[in-house]
Nanobody, 125 residues
Framework: VQLQASGGGSVQSGGSLRLSCVAS????????VAWFRQAPGKEREAVSC??????????YYADSVKGRFTISRDNAKKVMYLQMNGLKDEDTAVYYC?????????????????WGQGTQVTVSS
């Protein structure tokens, strides 16, 4: 079982990046998936989550990224994405992808079973 995150880098303020997270060893479509981030000296915080059932799709976005970031997934390809536009200095952090089947507590790191290794995003003005 593995999640492999990629797509991080260094950009100027106002720029864009797209993070990807590839899943292997489990059926991604059976899980809620999310992006978290952790800046130096700070706790890991939820950025965005997506959970898809037969009837509904649930989205969570942290207030700080609403309107700028978009989460998506391609279950057939076993990939999740985070499109980040209008990046700000305060978005600088290591970004982690996670997956869980709790179907609750989407913004709590403790509810996630699987984690990717993290990808560094650095935004400079």
């Amino acid at each position: 079982v593995q999640l492999q995150a990629s797509g991080g880098g260094s950009v100027q303020s106002g720029g864009s990046l797209r993070l990807s997270c590839v899943a292997s060893g489990f059926t991604l479509g059976d899980y809620a998936v999310a992006w978290f981030r952790q800046a130096p000296g700070k706790e890991r915080e939820a950025v965005s989550c997506i959970d898809t059932s037969d009837e509904n799709t649930y989205y969570y976005y942290a207030d700080s990224v609403k309107g700028r970031f978009t989460i998506s997934r391609d279950n057939a390809k076993k990939v999740m994405y985070l499109q980040m536009n209008g990046l700000k200095d305060e978005d600088t952090a290591v970004y982690y992808c996670g997956a869980q089947r709790v179907r609750d507590a989407y913004d709590q790191p403790s509810s996630y079973y699987y984690w990717g290794q993290g990808t560094q995003v650095t935004v400079s003005s």
